[in-house]
């Protein structure tokens, strides 16, 4: 009897014990659930992030706690930028001369006219027009000429990267910096505190310990960990003396070099900056340096005047959750929507929202070659997956889909009819568009665009055309795959 009443008893409080648990997990859903609900997400991340709570009640309130808390943006960033500045009369002053229909800046603008405006708006990007541009379309070409530059070095060298890696390329990019600022060059290093988790310590003190200044964009440790891992400066900006700048896709690791045997080649593209539109680059690289630092640096000699070196028309277009409009996002949106005649897109991350396949199937619809290049050897298997859950709408409206074959495609380049191009650090998925700090360059140059339309027309010899029959006759395997992914890509 004691045998039965001690197993009864034990069954009851089994039974208890999994009544509260399945109590807290259901008030639990109900309790994030509404917190995710009244930050007025987009209904497909609600929905995706109410599915995880449900289905993994324990994991899925430490994936939200670590990844979904979207922290009030406006109290996280509400002293990012520093006030005054001669950029807000610029602009206002390109917004007046649009305004009045005047020829802003020379020949060729006025056909893209909305997206100047556009940029000007939502992003405070002026126009500027004396700047030359080398593309670099890989990383021998980008380290080569990044070090060449830092060699130049005579007052300042910053420094902004979302990888900084203790391998190779990083050893030799430190060395040099150190012995610049041996010379008196000042030198400041920012990193992503994510992207460059894995980097120890202590190959950032070593820099510290020799005058370098260092600063890490929100580190990830505890607590920190619960409101900010979403926000990442994936920003890729070098200046150096005020005149000279790159940005584009390339962080510093071997891997950039083709180095690793797991990824083999890596197919990247990078840009060398000279002129009036380096003033920008470093307005955003001293912005992020003020967010993190509270040091306020606005010396003249950090914004030379530029010597005269091209007729370029650029707009450097930063982008990020610290800003009222999604800039990025709607400038890609508006420039697929307006398209006349091509829409060539390489990126490494395509998961776009509802506008954008939107864009992207109009333009086809109506006859525009609308063609995109993605990843064909995946580096992130969930991002892969997703990204190929979208090619069924877009096949079927007519654009055409290519998987790089070669190795890791890495470069973010969209070219527009025969005028428009952007590069820069942003990818066409969702957490470029909404929250990761990213930076862009937008430029209105028929020779510029088709130098990039030349390296886009050789990656399509390394990728393979997805036709739409095959792809739709795939096993159904790979379609859960997909589903799957794309069910998780808004939380990626």
Not at 115 to 142: A, I, M
């Amino acid at each position: 009897m004691r045998i039965l009443g001690g197993k009864r008893i034990a069954r009851v409080v089994t039974t208890i014990f999994w009544m509260i648990l399945l109590g807290m997990g259901l008030l639990q859903v109900v309790f994030i659930g509404t917190v995710i609900a009244l930050e007025n997400r987009s209904p497909g991340k609600t929905v995706a992030w109410l599915i995880v709570l449900t289905l993994l009640p324990l994991l899925g309130f430490l994936l939200y706690l670590a990844a979904g808390r979207n922290a009030r943006k406006e109290k996280l960033f509400r002293h990012k930028h520093m006030k005054g500045g001669k950029l807000e009369s610029i602009v206002e002053k390109q917004l007046r001369q649009m305004t009045e229909d005047q020829v802003l800046l020379g020949y060729g603008v006025q056909q893209k006219k909305r997206l100047v405006r556009l940029s000007l708006n939502n992003s405070l990007s002026p126009l500027t027009s004396n700047n030359r541009f080398e593309v670099l379309t890989d990383g021998k070409q980008k380290f080569q000429v990044l070090f060449e530059e830092l060699e130049k070095a005579q007052d300042h060298i910053h420094l902004m990267y979302y990888i900084f890696k203790d391998d190779g390329i990083g050893q030799e990019t430190r060395k040099l910096l150190l012995r610049k600022k041996q010379e008196g060059v000042e030198v400041r290093v920012m990193v992503d505190g994510l992207g460059s988790h894995k980097t120890s310590k202590q190959f950032f003190q070593e820099m510290r310990d020799a005058g370098i200044e260092v600063a890490v964009f929100f580190p990830v440790k505890f607590p920190y960990v619960t409101s900010r891992l979403n926000f990442r400066n994936h920003r890729k900006i070098v200046v150096i003396d005020g005149r000279v700048g790159l940005l584009g896709g390339m962080n510093i690791g071997d891997e950039y070099l083709s180095r690793d045997p797991k990824l083999g080649y890596w197919r990247d593209t990078h840009l060398l900056v000279r002129g009036e539109s380096v003033q920008l680059m470093q307005k955003t690289f001293l912005n992020d340096w003020y967010f993190v630092t509270k040091q306020k640096i606005t010396a003249d000699k950090y914004y030379p005047k530029p010597e005269q070196v091209g007729d370029m028309l650029v707009q450097i277009v930063p982008s990020g959750p610290d800003a009222e409009f999604d800039s990025i996002r709607q400038i890609f949106f508006t420039a697929c929507a307006t398209a006349e005649k091509r829409i060539y897109l390489q990126t490494a991350y395509f998961i776009p929202d509802d506008s954008i396949i939107m864009a992207l199937k109009m333009a086809a619809l109506s006859g525009v070659d609308v063609r995109v290049i993605v990843q064909g050897v995946p580096e992130y298997r969930v991002t892969y997956w997703a990204t190929r859950s979208y090619f069924t709408e877009l096949l079927d409206a007519g654009v055409k889909i290519y998987q790089y074959e070669k190795g890791i495609l890495h470069t973010k380049v969209l070219i527009i009819d025969d005028e428009v191009a952007s590069l820069g650090s942003a990818n066409f998925d969702i957490r470029s568009f909404l929250l990761n700090f990213e930076i862009g360059a937008f430029l209105y140059n028929k020779e510029f665009a088709d130098r990039l339309e030349r390296d886009f027309r050789m990656d399509l010899e390394n990728s393979r055309l997805v036709e739409k029959d095959v792809y739709k006759s795939r096993p159904l395997k790979d379609k859960l795959r997909e589903s799957g992914a794309r069910l998780l890509s808004p939380l990626l």
